[in-house]
């Protein structure tokens, strides 16, 4: 378990009052688009984290989190849909537009998924499991390419975000504190976990699973837990993300979004709770800057592919292990 030294608690801290007074200070420096931006860092901040539970501390190459990230937002998607209808998914179950609705449905989709998946994956290790997961996202991938009642390859537009009652989840600004408000408590659970029992078996399984396995302990049903509590998380940020965006579409599945939540993981510090959180703030800032730079937003990756190189190489657990020492 990451033992945060005070330094990196005053620097967390200070992140966090940033990030309190940010719709403030964009709206003095007159660019509202930066609530717009800091909201989807918090989005894939959240998704980093869900991942490096099991990639950090469960030592799971996973290169399918993209598949919970995407049915999460489809949960949204086809709840609107069907909400706008009038017409029950299977004729049973009722579309709904409510926050309290939609994003725990779009959770217990992303576990039973998880579970599924789980449930097979996990027979395998190494390189098996990293392409078995990524299978089953480019199944998935696939499938809702294939749905034309959902919009096939063009995606779905949903007109309306989520409500929450008392709230105007139209206003940007509201929302990003809304998300704000999740991320601190996904991160007080994923603090919970990792400092649990379960986050000490967790890895002990990493390190050394034939020990762990010869003192009695289920490795399996360890790992599918965690692998469930990672697709809930993912699929919350999918959720999200189809409330911030208005739309999701068979992007959200494919394996280059697995590649970038991967990337935000390493480059942040795998194996941390801070350090995701630093990576997907550090990559969709890059990403947005780089766009905006004329005739470098085709050649982003190549950029953020050096970083992640630089970062490896000499950067030890990525800009978090960074920071911790240069601030000892």
């Known amino acids: 378990m990451d033992e945060t030294p005070r330094a990196m608690r005053w620097l967390g801290l200070a992140l966090l009052l940033l990030l309190l007074a940010l719709p403030s ?25 869900s991942l490096d539970l099991i990639l950090g501390y469960g030592g799971l190459a996973c290169f399918g989190h993209a598949a919970f990230f995407g049915i999460g937002g489809y949960t949204v998607g086809i709840l609107f849909r ?18 309290l609705v939609t994003i725990p449905a ?18 395998t290790a190494g390189v098996q499991f990293l392409m078995i997961t990524l ?15 959902y919009g096939g390859n063009d995606g779905m537009t949903v007109r309306r975000r989520n409500t929450i009652p008392g709230l105007d989840m139209r206003d940007d600004t509201v929302f990003y504190y809304v998300v704000l408000a999740i991320l601190l408590l996904a991160l007080w659970v994923a603090h919970r976990i990792v400092g649990s029992r379960f986050g000490r078996v ?3 399984l990493r390190q050394n699973e034939r020990r762990m396995a010869a003192i009695g302990i289920d490795a ?15 699929a919350l940020a ?14 959200m599945l494919t394996w280059t979004k697995s590649g970038e939540m991967m990337v935000m993981v390493i480059l942040g510090g795998a194996g941390t709770l801070f350090g995701p959180i630093l990576g997907a703030m550090t990559l969709t800032v890059l990403e947005d800057l780089l766009g905006r730079i004329p005739g470098w937003g085709e050649h982003k990756m190549f950029v953020i592919g050096l970083l992640l190189i630089l970062v490896v190489l000499f950067g030890r657990g990525g800009l978090y292990g960074w920071l911790r020492r240069r601030l000892e």
């Open 25 to 49: 200070l964009a709206s003095l420096a007159g660019d509202p688009a930066w609530i717009s931006l800091a909201t989807r860092m918090l989005i894939y901040a959240l998704a980093a984290i």
């Open 220 to 234: 399996y049903r360890y790992k599918l837990v965690a692998f469930v509590v990672a697709g809930m998380g993912g």
């Open 202 to 204: 967790l890895g002990g």
């Open 135 to 149: 299978a089953f996202a480019q199944m998935l991938f696939f499938l809702f390419s294939s749905l034309s009642q």
């Open 106 to 123: 779009a959770m217990l989709v992303g576990g039973a998924l998880a579970a599924a998946i789980g449930a097979l994956s996990l027979r």
């Open 238 to 251: 999918g959720a999200l993300m189809a409330n911030q965006a208005r739309f999701v579409s068979p992007d």
């Open 82 to 99: 069907h909400w706008q209808t009038s017409e029950p998914i299977f004729g049973l179950i009722p579309g709904s537009t409510q926050f």
